[in-house]
């Protein structure tokens, strides 16, 4: 005999408490996050939140990015979000950054771009892939700095953006010799220049401490590290 169909009433159907809560931080989040495959990003939101991992969510809505008609792959909010995910420890596995990559949406062949340059192998060096994203945001050496130092500072939106200079200096050096076009010795002299401010500010640096000692808006030459990470769409 077929089995009969059941009914239920509302009393039967059990919602568990948390739902609720659940489904409204699930929908902020996606609002604020803005991802460009919502399927591919819930898989990694529910899968990070079932883990008690560091979600997938931007802080704030990028306003530029969610209103803009093309894709430009990585973003501040988004490499922010790979920063807490993958920082906690100096180094992670290539297929955990293409993890968390995938999980974010944003286009393989930007990751594949930025790996390539930083000569990768199984094991990612984090600091170096982060300064390599910084690099992909900026487009200049002196932006891309900038670029991190708002990413990692603890002062509020719109504030100073500070960060200890040991952490400036590790990026700039690495940036610096990446690109191939900068000397040793003008690396050195460029970072002992920064000491007299870093001084009076209890070891840390801020943009407008180092914002204005290059040329920021100078074009890269076609071999610069900065012209090969940046997207087509946004050097033309």
Same mark, same amino acid.
């Given at each position: 005999?077929?089995?009969?169909?059941?009914?239920?009433?509302?009393?039967?159907?059990?919602i568990?408490?948390?739902?609720?809560?659940?489904?409204?931080d699930f929908t902020k989040?996606?609002?604020?996050?803005?991802p460009?495959?919502? /399927?591919?990003?819930? !898989?990694?939101?529910?899968?990070?939140l079932?883990?008690?991992?560091?979600?997938?969510v931007?802080?704030?809505?990028e306003m530029?990015?969610?209103t803009?008609?093309?894709?430009?792959?990585?973003?501040?909010? /988004?490499?922010k979000? /790979?920063?807490?995910?993958?920082?906690?420890r100096?180094?992670?596995s290539?297929e955990?950054?293409q993890m968390?990559?995938?999980?974010?949406?944003?286009?393989?062949?930007?990751?594949?771009t930025?790996?390539?340059?930083?000569?990768?192998d199984?094991?990612v060096?984090?600091?170096?892939?982060f300064a390599?994203?910084?690099?992909?945001?900026?487009?200049t050496?002196? !932006?891309?700095?900038?670029?991190?130092?708002?990413?990692?500072?603890?002062d509020?939106?719109g504030?100073?953006?500070?960060?200890?200079?040991?952490t400036f200096?590790?990026?700039?050096?690495?940036?610096?010799?990446?690109?191939?076009?900068?000397?040793?010795d003008?690396?050195?002299?460029?970072l002992?220049?920064?000491q007299?401010?870093?001084a009076?500010?209890?070891g840390?640096?801020?943009?407008?401490?180092?914002?204005?000692?290059?040329?920021m808006?100078?074009?890269?030459? !076609?071999?610069?590290?900065?012209?090969?990470?940046?997207?087509?769409?946004?050097?033309?």
């Amino acid at each position: 005999m077929p089995v009969p169909d059941t009914f239920y009433c509302a009393q039967q159907i059990n919602i568990p408490p948390k739902l609720p809560d659940i489904l409204k931080d699930f929908t902020k989040a996606a609002i604020r996050t803005q991802p460009k495959d919502l /399927l591919q990003w819930c !898989s990694a939101y529910f899968n990070a939140l079932a883990k008690g991992e560091c979600l997938p969510v931007k802080e704030r809505l990028e306003m530029n990015v969610a209103t803009q008609k093309t894709d430009t792959g990585l973003t501040p909010g /988004l490499l922010k979000i /790979l920063h807490k995910q993958l920082s906690p420890r100096p180094a992670c596995s290539k297929e955990e950054l293409q993890m968390k990559w995938k999980g974010l949406c944003l286009p393989v062949a930007q990751l594949e771009t930025l790996l390539s340059l930083g000569s990768f192998d199984s094991e990612v060096a984090w600091m170096e892939f982060f300064a390599l994203g910084c690099s992909a945001l900026g487009g200049t050496l002196m !932006s891309s700095l900038k670029h991190a130092c708002e990413i990692l500072t603890n002062d509020e939106e719109g504030g100073p953006a500070r960060i200890p200079f040991d952490t400036f200096a590790q990026l700039y050096a690495y940036l610096a010799r990446l690109d191939g076009d900068v000397r040793q010795d003008h690396i050195d002299n460029f970072l002992n220049s920064l000491q007299p401010q870093v001084a009076i500010q209890d070891g840390m640096i801020k943009p407008v401490n180092f914002i204005h000692m290059d040329d920021m808006d100078s074009t890269p030459s !076609s071999s610069s590290v900065f012209s090969r990470t940046t997207p087509a769409a946004e050097q033309d």
